[in-house]
Each structure stands twice: as C-alpha cells, then as structure tokens.
C-alpha cells in the first residue's frame, strides 16, 4: 500500500486506468477533461504520482501505469464502490446519485473502517452500477463485454455506466434496463440494426447505438461453452 494518497492523487490514478484500460497511454488532455481541472493542475499531479512511483509520464508521450500504480487505482476503485454501495444501500440514495456523491468523503476513509463498512453490507459484488467490486489486492479489472455483442439465445446481467447520458439513462430505465437486471437477446436485426431483449415479462426493442453503452457480465452463451463470462476479456 502506498500511504497517503490525497484525493486529488486517488481521483487522477482513477481517471488513468479509466483512459489506458483498452491498453493505450492516457493524455493529460483527456485526463483534464475527464477530471473538469485545468491541464497544468493534471500536470502536477502526475508529475507527484511519477516521483512516487505510481505512473511513468515521458514528456511529449502519455502517462502510464507502474505495477504499484495499477494496484494502486484498483483500490481507489474498490474504495470508490464499496462508497457507493453504502450511500445507496444504507441511505437510500439513488444508484446515480451514490456516484456523484462518494468523491466527497470516500478519500478521507482509514482502510479498517472501510472494510468494516464492506462487512457490514455483507461483501457485495457489484457497485450500484452494476460494476464488479474487485477484491483487496486484485490487479487486473474484467473488461465488461456491450449488450449489443450478445446473440440471440444470449444471457446476461447488466450494468450502466455513470458516465452515460443523463437522457439515454432514464430511457433506459423506463424499459426496466437497469443495473443488476437480467436480460435475455431474444432477436438481433441484421446491418446493425436493433436488439430486442427479454427483460422480466416484457421485450424491448434498443437501437445499436443504446444497447451499446450498455454493459453486461456474467455472460451464459447460448451456443457454445455455456457458462463461462463469454464477453469477459481481461
Ligand atoms: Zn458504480
């Protein structure tokens, strides 16, 4: 564990992983506009997680992860999901709002007392987005598959990114397509054309371009192996 790391440093650590998780270097740029601060405050901070050790930033190149760096943003995002869980859980906030709302007490947590708080919600898997919680010390994060890959026949249980927009959400949830749910392909329209899924009694019908930012795990194919999380890459 690396001690002491402020908020501004876990919330940058956090926005690269989010940028090089497709195995790509992350630009201060992005990483500004992803974290609504201004380029020369992104600077400085990578440049403080650089001399500690967390992430390699050649100038004119990208920032990347060290090994101790990764692990480092893993835990950030267990801490920020485990948060989540207990705004939403224990306080009833609503699963969109836990997100926005966690940043403003998750980084001042000591460890023991946030893994009393993932006992006492009784380990939960997932974040409220229906997000895998990684455990203490895991050092690689599955890549959740897109609703729009699935085939018909296909199961799965969702997930909704927070980043998703904000209309495209509450669409979403007026179909019964939230978090958590289990939905099943019943019929894909060729030339992209839309998906219609099962989800409880209803089939709902989404274009390509929606079912694509859904995200689904705990994949059960319907024509090969079975069981394994098919459209988990990791
Ligand atoms: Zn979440």
């Given at each position: 564990?690396?001690?002491?790391?402020?908020?501004?440093?876990?919330?940058?650590?956090?926005?690269?992983?989010?940028?090089?998780?497709?195995?790509?270097?992350?630009?201060?740029?992005?990483?500004?506009?992803t974290?609504?601060?201004?380029?020369g405050?992104v600077?400085?901070?990578?440049?403080?997680?650089?001399?500690?050790?967390?992430?390699?930033?050649r100038?004119?190149?990208?920032?990347?992860?060290?090994?101790?760096?990764?692990?480092?943003a893993i835990?950030?995002?267990?801490?920020?999901?485990?948060?989540?869980?207990?705004?939403?859980?224990?306080?009833?906030?609503?699963?969109?709002?836990?997100?926005?709302?966690?940043?403003?007490?998750e980084?001042?947590?000591?460890?023991?007392?946030?893994?009393?708080?993932?006992?006492a919600l009784?380990?939960?898997?997932?974040?409220?987005?229906?997000?895998?919680?990684?455990?203490?010390?895991?050092?690689?994060?599955?890549?959740?598959?897109?609703?729009?890959?699935?085939?018909?026949?296909?199961?799965?249980?969702?997930?909704?990114?927070?980043?998703?927009?904000?209309?495209?959400?509450?669409?979403?949830?007026?179909?019964?397509?939230?978090?958590?749910?289990?939905?099943?392909?019943?019929?894909?329209?060729?030339?992209?054309?839309?998906?219609?899924v099962?989800?409880?009694?209803?089939?709902?019908?989404?274009?390509?371009?929606?079912?694509?930012?859904v995200?689904?795990?705990?994949?059960v194919?319907?024509?090969?192996?079975?069981?394994?999380?098919?459209?988990?890459?990791?």
């Open positions: 564990m690396t001690p002491d790391l402020t908020k501004s440093e876990r919330e940058t650590l956090k926005a690269v992983y989010r940028h090089t998780r497709d195995g790509g270097e992350a630009h201060t740029g992005h990483l500004a506009e974290l609504g601060l201004s380029p405050t600077t400085a901070t990578v440049k403080r997680l650089a001399d500690r050790g967390l992430v390699d930033h100038p004119y190149h990208g920032v990347t992860f060290t090994d101790t760096g990764r692990r480092e835990s950030a995002i267990r801490r920020h999901r485990i948060v989540e869980r207990f705004l939403a859980d224990m306080l009833g906030y609503a699963w969109n709002e836990a997100d926005a709302l966690a940043p403003a007490f980084h001042d947590l000591p460890d023991e007392v946030l893994e009393r708080m993932f006992v009784h380990r939960p898997e997932t974040c409220p987005h229906g997000f895998p919680i990684p455990v203490a010390g895991q050092v690689e994060l599955p890549l959740l598959g897109q609703l729009y890959d699935l085939e018909p026949g296909d199961q799965a249980v969702v997930a909704v990114p927070g980043s998703t927009d904000p209309e495209v959400m509450s669409f979403l949830a007026r179909l019964g397509i939230v978090p958590d749910v289990h939905v099943e392909v019943r019929e894909k329209h060729p030339f992209d054309g839309p998906l219609v099962r989800v409880g009694e209803h089939d709902r019908m989404l274009g390509e371009k929606v079912a694509r930012q995200h689904v795990h705990n994949v194919r319907a024509h090969d192996s079975g069981t394994s999380g098919a459209a988990v890459a990791s």
